[in-house]
């Protein structure tokens, strides 16, 4: 049984940081390329980040800059740090696995909720 969950969110100010963590379970996490995903009230879901098997790393232009995503294998844990936090980042995260026929198409992840763990909410404000 698929399980990610992922922790870290809070409340923070603007110009702040938090780093978000989503420990595996269930499948082969070194295997498979990882993905951060959120949800703001009101919005449609956006593609942040990925990393692949390899660990090279892909961002949205909105966080480019801003947040970096990692990976620890020994410990199935996927990891994004966000710095100089903006309100518009307040929103519920998600990480997610990406299945391997998007080929890479990280983007499409806003259309695989089924692959999204349980997520943890970010609120930035003042």
């Known amino acids: 049984d698929v399980q990610l969950q992922a922790s870290g969110g809070g409340l923070v100010q603007p110009g702040g940081s938090l780093k978000l963590s989503c420990v595996a379970s269930?499948?082969?996490?070194?295997?498979?390329?990882m993905s951060w995903v959120r949800r703001a009230p009101g919005k449609r879901s956006e593609w942040i980040s990925a990393i692949n098997k390899g660990g090279a790393t892909y961002y949205a232009d909105s966080v480019t800059g801003r947040f970096t995503i990692s990976r620890d294998n020994a410990k199935n844990t996927l990891y994004l740090q966000m710095n100089m936090l903006r309100p518009e980042d307040t929103a519920v995260y998600f990480c997610?696995?990406?299945?391997?026929?998007?080929?890479?198409?990280?983007?499409?992840?806003?259309?695989?909720?089924?692959?999204w763990g349980r997520g943890t909410l970010v609120t930035v404000s003042s």
């Open positions: 997610a696995v990406v299945p391997d026929r998007l080929g890479g198409d990280y983007k499409l992840m806003v259309y695989e909720s089924d692959f």
């Open positions: 269930g499948f082969a996490f070194g295997d498979y390329d």
